[in-house]
């Protein structure tokens, strides 16, 4: 692998609410908890590490939330990172609980969000969160009442942009019409389009779209995947991040990994670009596949 080459700044930029520009390739620090998003890593040192490494690769944005261990994640992001690096932005999320290995429980109500943004800023040892996200809306709490709490911790200067996932053009708008909304984070993948709408959406409307599962290529790795990575001397996760760089300029992938040599590959797919040509076969492909 050649190390010149291996940059997130080659990505380009995305600025998210006008102020806060950001290469468009980050880390998505879910995977450096335990097993089934549960606990502290099985080697913490090597947490630390693919931490550390990301940011000398030009990573600039993280994300991670209250839930991913819980709190591991983002304990392992301060340890790792503080006091952190000029231009580092750190986005979290709230509203969704881990009571167990792979289980989640709604509590999107005000006063869970109130205590979750305290609970980040301490970990976080920041005095204010960059970019704070609903995590998921909650079925049995007014969507516009856990929106108007984030504004009004905005208000509070202990969130400075105000972000959403796992939402709906709809919840969207309903939260837009209460406070700017920065970005969207949503499943998409190459072989996973059902957010294609939504992907459209934050393009007008200059919303960063950060895809989750993002490297979700397996359904689709056959001839023409295969043979396009090739092409590219790459691996076919590389060109499902390549392909998602060029779906739109507001796409910010975030793949997530606990391995260096992993991360490494995720970041170098930054500097591959697809040719019109071949961007339209592997999506051609994906409409195939998109309704499994």
């Known amino acids: 692998m050649n190390q010149k ?9 995305v600025s998210l609410g006008g102020e806060l520009p950001v290469n468009r390739l980050g880390f998505g620090a879910m995977r450096l908890t335990g097993e089934g998003i549960w606990g502290p890593p099985k ?3 090597s947490a630390l590490g693919v931490l550390r490494r990301a940011v000398e690769l030009d990573v600039n944005f993280i994300d991670t939330a209250d ?3 819980p709190y591991v994640s983002e304990e392992l992001i301060a340890e790792a990172l503080y006091p952190y ?4 932005v750190i986005a979290t999320k709230g509203g969704w609980n881990r009571p167990g290995p792979n289980q989640w429980t709604h509590d999107a109500s005000p006063s869970h969000l109130r205590k979750a943004v305290e609970g980040s800023l301490k970990r976080l040892r920041l005095d204010r969160i960059d970019v704070y996200q609903l995590h998921v809306p909650d079925p049995v709490v007014s969507f516009d009442n856990s929106v108007e709490t984030l504004a009004e911790l905005q208000n509070e200067g202990k969130i400075r942009f105000v972000a959403l996932s796992n939402v709906t053009q709809e919840h969207i708008e309903r939260a837009r019409a209460i406070v700017p909304i920065v970005s969207v984070q949503n499943r998409y993948s190459f072989a996973d389009r059902e957010w294609d709408y939504v992907v459209d959406y ?3 409307n200059r919303l960063a779209y950060i895809p989750w599962f993002p490297l979700a290529a397996g359904t689709v ?6 043979r396009i990575a090739e092409a590219h001397s790459a ?3 590389q060109i499902a991040v390549a392909w998602l760089l060029r779906r739109s300029p507001f796409m910010l992938p975030i793949p997530g990994t606990s391995s260096i040599e992993h991360l490494e590959q995720n970041i170098s797919a ?9 961007f339209e076969q592997l999506s051609d492909v994906t409409e195939l596949v998109g309704s499994r």
Do not use: F, I
Request: hydrophobic share 30%; charged share 20%.
């Open 235 to 237: 691996s076919p996760p």
């Open 5 to 13: 080459n291996v940059s997130a700044s080659l990505a380009g930029q």
């Open 221 to 226: 790795a056959g001839t023409v995947l295969s």
């Open 202 to 204: 934050c393009q007008r």
């Open 67 to 69: 839930s991913y261990g």
């Open 43 to 45: 080697d913490r040192k």
């Open 85 to 88: 690096p000029r231009g580092l």
């Open 270 to 278: 930054a500097s591959m670009h697809l040719t019109k040509e071949e």
